[in-house]
C-alpha cells in the first residue's frame, strides 16, 4: 500500500517535474490526417545559441542573410562580413573584404546570399550592387558576375538574392522582382533560361469581379504577377527545393528539370504547407497561413522549411508528411524573433536569428533521433531497422501515425499480412493496408471456398431431393383420393 | 398479420420496382401505400447514412468517426425530404396537380427504396472489397440515385396525373420552392433568435434594476 502511495506521488509530480530539466521543446504539435493538431513529445530542442560574444575573434553578427552547409564547413553570411564556422560551430576564419580585379580592397557589402560549389568555389550574392561575387576556396576573388545579358529585360533591375550551384556547375539565381522565374545561368555568369515559373492563378471571384470593374478601376487595380521566389537549395537527388511568395498554401516547391513542381500528394493528404489550423484575423498575434521564406534538405530526403509568420519550423519526409515542429515567435529559449534561415548541420539544425543577432542550435532529442533513424532507414530501404527505430519512436509518441505504418510496411514486406493491417489501419496508410488486404483475403478464399461450395452444393441437392419427395408424396396422396 | 407484414414490406414494393406506373396509379386509388413502410424507408435511408459513415470500408472511409454527429446526419437526410415534399405540395397545388401530401411524401419514400437497398449492399460491399474494385461500390451508389430520380419522377407525374412536360416544369419550380422555403426558414430562425435574445437581455435588465 505504501508501495503504492509513493508511486502514485512520483506519477503525479512527473508531469510538473518535466518543463524543468531543460528538455521542453517548442511548438510540440504534429496534424492528424483530419487536419487536427494533437500534442507531440518534442523531437528538436535547444542544444546552446551563439552570438558574437562567444566568437572573439568577430565585432558582431549583425545582419545575417543567409547559411551555407558544405560538407566540412558551415558559411554564415551577414550583411558585411562571411563567417566560416566548423561543423562543431568552432570558429574558421571571417571575410570582410577582398582585392577586386583593379587590386583595390573592398569591402563586403549588401551581401544577401551565398552558395558554395562542389569545388569548394564560394559565391556571394549581393542584391542591391546587381553582382554575384565568385570566390576561390582560399576566399581570393576569381571573378565577378555583373548583370547577365537578358534580351528583352534591359530594363529590369537585376537584384540578384539568393543562388544555388548544381554539380554540373549550372547557377540558379533568384532575382527578386523578375517575374519570370529563377536564372539559369552558365559557370561563366552568362544567362542560359527561366526557369521554374510560377503561373498565376485567380480565385473566380477575382474573374468575376474583374468582369464587372470598369476600364479605370481594372486600371488602378494592382498588377497579376507571377509570385517572387524567397530562397532556394538543392536536394540529394538533385532537384531544387524553392520556396515562393504565394497566395495559395504551395509556397514550397520542388522542381525538377523542366521547372515544374514535382511535390505531389494524394488528394486526401494535405501539401507541405506548416500550419494548417492558423487565426485567420486578430491584433497583435501573427495572422494567415504559413509562409515558407527558407528551406534545407538532408542526405534522406527530410526537407525543413522555415514560416516566417509564426517563426517555425516544419520538417517533412520524402512523402511530404509533417515529421516534427520547433521553434515559435518570441523571446525565450527556443523561440525566434526574426529567424532568417535554417539548415541542417549533420544531426543538428541551426537557425540564424537576425533581430537576437544569434545563431541557434536545436539537436534531436532521443524521440527526434528515433524519428530520424527511422526514416533514414526507411529511405535506404532497410525496413526492419527502420521498423525498431519506429517501434522506438513510438514509445514516445503513441500518435505517430507515421510509425504504425512504416512498422506496417515492414510486416507486408515479411508477409504478416494480418498483422501489418493491424498497423496500417493505425498508420492511415490506404495505399498498403490494401495490399496487405487483397492477400488477406486472396488466403481466406482459397481457405474456405470449398467449405462453403460444397455445403452450398450440398443444400440445393438435399432441396432438391427434399421436393422431389414431397411431389411424389402429394401425387400419391391425390391418387389415393 | 402475417400476410400485412409481407405485402406492405415486400410484395408492393417490388411490384412498385417492376410495373411502376401501374403500381403507383394504385397507391393514389386503392391507397395500396402505408406510412408504415414509408416512414421505414427513411429510418432505413437516415440509418444507412449513419452506418455509412462509421462502418465504411477503411479503404474509402475517410470521415474522423471520433466527431460523428448522429443527430446532423439525420437530419442531412430528413430535412432535405421534407423540405421536397413541402416545397412540391406548394407548387403542385398551385398548378392542378391531384396529389395530396401524404401521397407526395408516400412516392418519395417508395421512389427512394431501392436507392437505400443499393447504399446497404455497398456498404456492405465496401467491407471486402480492394481499393481497385471499388469503382462496384460507387457504381452501385450511382445506379440507385439514377433509379431514385426515375422512380419518383414517375410515382409524381402518376399521382399528380401530369405529363412529361409538365413534370419536368414542376421539379424545376419544386427546386425554387424549395430554396425559398430555406430562405424563410432562415429569416424565421434569425427573427427568434433576435426576439429571444430581446426577451433575455430586457429580464436580465429587470432583474439588476428591480432585485
Known amino acids: 500500500m505504501k508501495k503504492m502511495f509513493c508511486l502514485l506521488l512520483i506519477l503525479c509530480l512527473l508531469p510538473a517535474a518535466a518543463p524543468a530539466d531543460g528538455q521542453q521543446g517548442t511548438s510540440n504539435y504534429l496534424y492528424t490526417i483530419h487536419g487536427e493538431a494533437v500534442s507531440a513529445p518534442p523531437a528538436y530542442t535547444l542544444a546552446y545559441s551563439l552570438t558574437a560574444r562567444d566568437y572573439p575573434e568577430l565585432d558582431a553578427l549583425d545582419g545575417m542573410t543567409d547559411a551555407y552547409v558544405s560538407d566540412d564547413a558551415i558559411y554564415i553570411l551577414c550583411a558585411k562580413r562571411l563567417v566560416v564556422l566548423n561543423h562543431d560551430l568552432t570558429f574558421r576564419q571571417a571575410v570582410t573584404s577582398y582585392t577586386d580585379e583593379s587590386g583595390k580592397e573592398t569591402e563586403l557589402d549588401a551581401c544577401s546570399g551565398v552558395t558554395v560549389s562542389p569545388a569548394g568555389e564560394i559565391y556571394i550574392t549581393q542584391s542591391e550592387k546587381s553582382q554575384i561575387l565568385r570566390f576561390n576556396p582560399d576566399y581570393t576573388l576569381n571573378q565577378v558576375m555583373g548583370r547577365p545579358e537578358i534580351t528583352g529585360y534591359e530594363n529590369v533591375k537585376y537584384r540578384p538574392t539568393k543562388m544555388v550551384v ?316 | 398479420m402475417r400476410q400485412w407484414l409481407f405485402n406492405t414490406f415486400w410484395r408492393f414494393p417490388t411490384r412498385l420496382l417492376l410495373r411502376p406506373f401501374k403500381q403507383f396509379d394504385a397507391l393514389k386509388y386503392e391507397h395500396a401505400g402505408s406510412y408504415a413502410f414509408a416512414f421505414f424507408v427513411l429510418f432505413l435511408e437516415a440509418l444507412v447514412v449513419i452506418m ?90 450511382s445506379i440507385g440515385a439514377v433509379l431514385f430520380a426515375l422512380y419518383l419522377f414517375i410515382g409524381l407525374a402518376v399521382i399528380h396525373e401530369y405529363g412529361f412536360g409538365r413534370c419536368m416544369g414542376g421539379l424545376l419550380l419544386t427546386v425554387v420552392a424549395m430554396m425559398i422555403l430555406v430562405f424563410i426558414l432562415m429569416l424565421l430562425f434569425a427573427l427568434v433568435s433576435d426576439v429571444v435574445d430581446f426577451v433575455r437581455v430586457f429580464s436580465k435588465e429587470l432583474m439588476l434594476k428591480f432585485f
Not at chain 1, 202 to 231: G, I
Not at chain 1, 366 to 393: C, F, H, I, S
Not at chain 2, 68 to 85: C, E, G, K, Q, R
Request: glycine share 8%.
Open chain 2, 52 to 141: 455509412d459513415y462509421v462502418y465504411k470500408g477503411f479503404l474509402i472511409n475517410y470521415s474522423d468517426i471520433y466527431r460523428i454527429n448522429s443527430l446532423y446526419l439525420t437530419l442531412t437526410v430528413l430535412f432535405p425530404v421534407a423540405l421536397f415534399v413541402v416545397g412540391n405540395w406548394c407548387v403542385t397545388t398551385l398548378l392542378d396537380g391531384k396529389g395530396k401530401l401524404g401521397e407526395i411524401f408516400q412516392v418519395t419514400m417508395y421512389a427512394m427504396f431501392p436507392m437505400c437497398l443499393l447504399q446497404w449492399v455497398a456498404l456492405l460491399l465496401s467491407n471486402v472489397l480492394i481499393l481497385d474494385e471499388m469503382v462496384i461500390v460507387t457504381a452501385l451508389q
Open chain 1, 166 to 481: 548544381d554539380s554540373a556547375g549550372r547557377l540558379y539565381v533568384i532575382s527578386s522582382g523578375m517575374y519570370e522565374g529563377i536564372l539559369e545561368l552558365n559557370g561563366d555568369g552568362s544567362f542560359t533560361r527561366f526557369f521554374g515559373v510560377n503561373a498565376v492563378t485567380f480565385t473566380p471571384w477575382q474573374l468575376l469581379w474583374r468582369v464587372f470593374a470598369t476600364r479605370e478601376q481594372r486600371a488602378r487595380q494592382s498588377l497579376w504577377l507571377p509570385s517572387d521566389f524567397t530562397n532556394l537549395c538543392i536536394d540529394q537527388d538533385g532537384f531544387l527545393f524553392a520556396t515562393l511568395v504565394s497566395t495559395d498554401k504551395k509556397t514550397v516547391k520542388r522542381l525538377n528539370a523542366k521547372g515544374e513542381n514535382i511535390i505531389k500528394v494524394p488528394a486526401e493528404k494535405e501539401y507541405p504547407s506548416g500550419d494548417l489550423w492558423f487565426n485567420e484575423s486578430g491584433f497583435g498575434i501573427p495572422t494567415g497561413s504559413s509562409r515558407f521564406i527558407a528551406v534545407d534538405t538532408n542526405a534522406y530526403g527530410v526537407y525543413i522549411c522555415l514560416d516566417s509568420t509564426r517563426s517555425r519550423v516544419f520538417a517533412y519526409n520524402e512523402d511530404h508528411s509533417l515529421l516534427f515542429v520547433f521553434g515559435g515567435p518570441g523571446d525565450r529559449e527556443g523561440y525566434f524573433r526574426n529567424p532568417v534561415d535554417v539548415a541542417f548541420v549533420d544531426d543538428n539544425i541551426v537557425v540564424l536569428d537576425a533581430l537576437a543577432q544569434s545563431i541557434e542550435v536545436f539537436s534531436p532529442t532521443l524521440y527526434g533521433k528515433a524519428l530520424m533513424n527511422a526514416v533514414r532507414n526507411q529511405y535506404e530501404y532497410g525496413y526492419g531497422t527502420a521498423a525498431d527505430y519506429w517501434r522506438e519512436a513510438l514509445s514516445y509518441n503513441h500518435n505517430l501515425t507515421l510509425a504504425y505504418s512504416g512498422i506496417g510496411r515492414m510486416l507486408l514486406r515479411e508477409d504478416r499480412y494480418e498483422e501489418a493491417m493491424t498497423y496500417l489501419k493505425m498508420g492511415e496508410d490506404r495505399t498498403y493496408y490494401d495490399k496487405a488486404y487483397e492477400k488477406v483475403r486472396t488466403a481466406r478464399l482459397r481457405k474456405w471456398f470449398v467449405p462453403i461450395a460444397c455445403v452450398a452444393a450440398g443444400l440445393v441437392a438435399a432441396g432438391i431431393v427434399i421436393g422431389s419427395v414431397r411431389r411424389r408424396k402429394r401425387r400419391r396422396e391425390e391418387s389415393e383420393r
